[in-house]
């Protein structure tokens, strides 16, 4: 039966497409015949970038330096092609629903393209986009902070590292130490230093703790100027949450008691 009847608009279907065809090539005849001024026609190839095409425009031959005419309709020659497919908006909202499914049964689909494909108005889909790409305070604060509590467990972990070298170092140095102490026969200190080796890891141990000392101070200030500077930020957001809370609260209270 499906055939039977496509068969039966065949006829329809061809003279539809036969009379599309000659309105076409009559506008255009009727465009060269009376377009003779210069004008813009605006095409738009991609969605919200326009561009404009001058018909008509007299402009240099830049061979000959004569008057030229830049895109004469009139003596414009084209071919009127119909060519008829799949409507691009059915496809954008084939591509949606299947990927809606794919998302909902767990798949990492980005938010981005559910909108790009969703059936919303363009102007709409780009204020969309743009507040998704608009940074999230709560997580440039969160991100912050975490970041200076990780530099100063690295300069407390630096210091404890640099502090147990230098007691090592202080341990194997005590025995030789003990043993310069010692006086001779004649109640004078024997004069006595360290190996060259010895000097240079006790050296190094000491910078070694300086330096740690020196970025755990740094770490500590830099997370204080943080926690400054997101004070302001930080209170406007638990009072914003105070007055949701608030609200909610409210709205629940004034919701009528049902009977058991």
């Avoid at 377009?35 to 190839?45: G, K, L, P, S």
């Avoid at 006086?183 to 200190?189: A, K, L, S």
């Amino acid at each position: 039966m499906q055939q039977a009847g496509t068969a039966e608009l065949g006829p329809y279907i061809i003279s539809y497409r036969g009379w599309k065809i000659r309105v076409y090539r009559a506008l255009f005849n009727a465009v060269k015949q009376h377009w003779t001024a210069e004008r813009f026609i605006r095409v738009t190839d991609e969605e919200s970038v326009p561009s404009f095409v001058p018909i008509n425009q007299m402009s240099v031959d830049p061979q000959t330096g004569m008057p030229a005419m830049v895109n004469n309709l009139s003596a414009l020659d084209v071919d009127i092609i119909l060519d008829e497919g799949t409507d691009q908006v059915n496809m954008m909202g084939d591509a949606y629903d299947t990927l809606t499914v794919l998302a909902s049964k767990g798949a990492a689909v980005p938010p981005q393209v559910l909108i790009e494909l969703s059936p919303l108005e363009s102007a709409v889909k780009k204020r969309i986009l743009e507040m998704m790409q608009q940074p999230n305070p709560q997580a440039e604060m969160a991100n912050a902070a975490g970041q200076a509590k990780i530099e100063q467990t690295q300069a407390d972990t630096g210091l404890k590292q640099a502090q147990t070298m230098k007691t090592m170092v202080e341990a194997q140095l005590a025995p030789q130490q003990v043993g310069a102490d010692m006086t001779n026969g004649m109640g004078q200190p024997q004069p006595y230093e360290l190996p060259p080796h010895l000097q240079e890891a006790k050296a190094i141990s000491e910078i070694d703790a300086i330096q740690a000392k020196a970025a755990q101070s740094r770490a500590m200030a830099g997370k204080t100027e943080l926690e400054s500077i997101l004070a302001p930020q930080q209170m406007t957001m638990d009072f914003m949450n105070a007055q949701a809370d608030r609200k909610a609260m409210q709205q629940k209270a004034s919701q009528p008691v049902k009977a058991a």
